[in-house]
């Protein structure tokens, strides 16, 4: 990082980028630690400055930096690694409401640093804003700090905001995931339940894998061993302590190295949900069909059949739905060519 | 149902094919029917002629750019089907959306639903033989249209929403128009009934035809007023609320008949509730406030896989999203209500007298766009 105290050449440019890509990727894997957290993390107040898309620029700014943009980014950056500090202080366990906080601090920061300049000072708020939660800011920093690389100084001071912004945010995301697996999922003993009703049934190679998906609304999520599949859904609608009646959701996913079948279930009768995956090979895709369980498996069945080239032995009419007859490929597949007579 | 008249007459099968081009199929629908003098013997429904691989488009785009993707695929409800997409990603995401926009999402959802439900029964009646009702019902939906074009430039293909809040914020005098709006419709309402409902040709029309039980409501997966007019008392924005419909006060109208006629009551007591949501969202409205939250200019969610699923004018609308952590998603899976309930149709067309098919298939309340993708 040294080398950038030198005047501005193509290399330090690249470094600056270098600089850049690294904050953002640790700005991504901050952001999706918080993603993962529970949701308060992320629940703040209205009023916040938005992050306007329009507004994307190139990472990598090439003009010359004016004397008021030097300030501006200094100002910027300052405010920035305030913010970000501020953030990671509140990912450390305050509730959301030292936010608020935050943005005034950072912005207050920003006023006095770039008080000379009243564009620098709005755009030092604006980005000040930006950084604390998103990555966004991240993105508009690094490019105020593509720009005051050009000058030895500016990128003097970015650099040590640059290197304060990256301990926050690894760190934010060092915290987090502790802080995420503390509170077990209001589903957890739903999931429990499932898994233990199940092994005792069919025993414990037939369930792959079981776990709650934070992702999307802890949905407890089982994953069934193929050969096994017929059978637990049988058994998902018939057992008293189960019953699941309704079948919401079916569809296929290709992972280029494996195929996976993705059933999301729900009881009226006990009012649970479940999701369930089972894999199959590209090759020989095959999942048992569900249609003598959930008669409305019956389309779904046949679209994914279509579209995605799995088999369902047991589907009663198992013909293309969405495409004609006479089509050749299955255009969900991700290595897709459309077959065209005339080539 | 057996023949009405035992002539002794014989009569043997023939094929009909209905369709696509049929106005009775409100779009590109084709059902290829065996029918014995007029008694349907089995149906045989034939969909993808507008099949557009909108999820298979949707691989090549980022998250902003599938929203007005979104807009075609239920073009009567095209704010519901913007939202669908924006929740999944903002759960996904964790991101955490202004009141504002809350406030905004909720009320064009609802207009829109009311918007929906207009063109189902305009549109239902002309099926049956009603010229009158389509005229009142478009001309209050062109108010509701009207708004919206207002409010994103657009009559039916939005593109209002985003990931992270709305795109516009209401334009001056905008909230005022939407309540004198609300209280029109609220008095224009019992006309409607005057017009059709108390009608006793109407009501002997579709009374007990296209019946089903609740169980084979659930066996289906059918959803919406499909899956309520049996009996069942679920509506998602009741029972796992979500944007801000906890805050507001609502019935979930429930039939048990399970035939047409019920079907017909509650999705016009569906506008009476959707009227009630809107009163209370439009008098609560925050005037100040943000209209878009926090979100990274580029949306990238994390690895993982998400369902989510809303209360759509005609059911269950899902979205299922694979992330590989790319600004595009991995796939893109729609649960479309209208594709789903339409399973039941075959069932229902079973040993029915030829002219109640335009009746069963007019109360699943389709539209192609949605069946197809």
Redesign the interface.
């Given at each position: 990082m040294s080398e950038e105290k030198r005047k501005p050449t193509p290399e330090e440019k690249a470094a600056a980028a270098a600089v850049a890509r690294a904050k953002a990727k640790a700005a991504?894997e901050a952001?999706?630690a918080?993603?993962?957290?529970a949701?308060s993390?992320?629940?703040?107040p209205?009023?916040?400055?938005?992050?306007d898309?329009p507004q994307?620029e190139p990472p990598i700014e090439k003009r010359k930096p004016t004397p008021e943009e030097k300030a501006a980014a200094a100002a910027a950056a300052m405010a920035k690694a305030k913010a970000a500090k501020e953030a990671r202080e509140a990912a450390n366990g305050t509730t959301s409401d030292a936010d608020p906080d935050a943005k005034a601090k950072a912005a207050a920061a920003a006023k006095a640093k770039a008080a000379a300049a009243a564009a620098a000072k709005a755009k030092a708020a604006r980005e000040a804003?930006?950084g604390?939660?998103?990555?966004?800011g991240m993105?508009e920093d690094a490019k105020a700090k593509a720009a005051a690389a050009a000058k030895a100084k500016a990128a003097a001071a970015a650099k040590a905001k640059a290197a304060a912004a990256i301990k926050s945010n690894t760190g934010a995301s060092s915290v987090e995931p502790t802080a995420e697996e503390a509170p077990p999922s209001k589903n957890q003993p739903y999931l429990d339940r499932y898994v233990q009703i199940l092994t005792e049934r069919f025993g414990k190679e037939s369930i792959e894998d079981s776990y709650i998906?934070r992702?999307?609304?802890e949905?407890p999520t089982l994953l069934i061993k193929n050969e096994h599949w017929h059978g637990i859904a049988q058994f998902l609608k018939e057992e008293p302590a189960l019953q699941f009646?309704?079948?919401?959701?079916l569809?296929g996913?290709?992972?280029e190295d494996r195929m996976e079948v993705?059933y999301?279930f729900y009881s009226?009768e006990h009012?649970h949900s479940l999701?369930v995956k089972v894999k199959t090979t590209r090759e020989n895709a095959s999942v048992s069909s569900v249609t003598d369980i959930?008669?409305?498996?019956?389309?779904?069945e046949r679209?994914t059949f279509d579209?995605l080239g799995i088999d369902f032995p047991g589907h009663p009419n198992l013909v293309?739905?969405?495409?004609?007859d006479e089509w050749i490929g299955h255009?969900?597949r991700k290595d897709y060519e459309p077959f065209d007579e005339g080539v | 149902m057996p023949t009405p008249f035992s002539t002794g007459i014989r009569t043997e099968e023939m094929v009909l094919n209905i369709g696509p081009q049929h106005p009775s199929t409100h779009g590109v629908f084709r059902l290829v029917v065996k029918i014995d003098g007029e008694t349907i013997k089995e149906a045989v429904p034939v969909m993808g002629y507008l099949h557009r691989g909108t999820e298979k488009l949707a691989e090549n785009l980022t998250y902003t750019q599938i929203i007005p993707y979104t807009d075609r695929i239920d073009y009567l409800s095209s704010m519901t089907n913007n939202y669908v997409l924006c929740h999944a990603v903002e759960t996904l995401m964790g991101l955490s959306i202004p009141e504002k926009a809350e406030f905004l999402r909720v009320i064009v959802m609802e207009m829109n639903r009311i918007a929906s439900h207009l063109v189902w029964w305009g549109t239902y009646l002309l099926d049956i033989g009603a010229i009158g009702p389509f005229l009142y019902a478009f001309r209050d939906r062109e108010t509701i249209i009207n708004l919206f074009n207002e409010l994103s430039g657009a009559r039916l293909t939005y593109n209002y929403m985003r990931i992270g809040g709305v795109k516009w914020d209401a334009p001056p005098g905008w909230i005022e128009k939407a309540k004198e709006f609300v209280q029109y419709l609220k008095s224009e309402l019992p006309n409607y009934h005057v017009l059709v409902s108390g009608n006793e040709i109407f009501q002997s029309r579709i009374t007990g035809i296209g019946t089903y039980s609740r169980q084979d409501a659930l066996d289906h997966s059918l959803s919406g007023v499909m899956l309520r007019c049996t009996g069942e008392n679920w509506d998602i924005r009741k029972n796992e609320p979500y944007s801000i419909y906890d805050r507001f006060e609502f019935d979930v109208p429930v039939a048990t008949e399970g035939d047409c006629l019920s079907r017909y009551h509650l999705r016009l007591q569906e506008i009476e509730q959707s009227i009630r949501i809107l009163e209370q969202a439009l008098d609560q409205f925050p005037e100040e406030g943000e209209v878009m939250g926090k979100v990274p200019k580029v949306i990238r969610p994390p690895v993982g896989e998400v369902y989510v699923r809303i209360e759509a004018p005609r059911g269950e609308l899902g979205v299922y999203i694979a992330s590989q952590g790319k600004d595009k998603p991995w796939r893109f899976k729609l649960r479309r209500p209208s594709f789903v309930n339409l399973q039941i149709l075959p069932k229902l067309l079973e040993g029915v007298n030829m002219s109640n098919m335009v009746a069963i298939l007019g109360s699943i309340d389709i539209v192609v766009g949605e069946v197809d993708a």
């Open positions: 991504k952001r999706e918080q993603a993962n957290a949701e993390d992320t629940g703040e209205n009023g916040e400055g938005r992050a898309a994307a804003n930006a604390e939660t998103s990555d966004a993105d998906n992702l999307s609304k949905v009646d309704y079948l919401s959701n569809h996913v290709d992972y993705y999301h009226y009012h999701a959930w008669a409305g498996a019956d389309w779904n679209e579209l293309r739905i969405m495409m004609p255009p969900l | -």
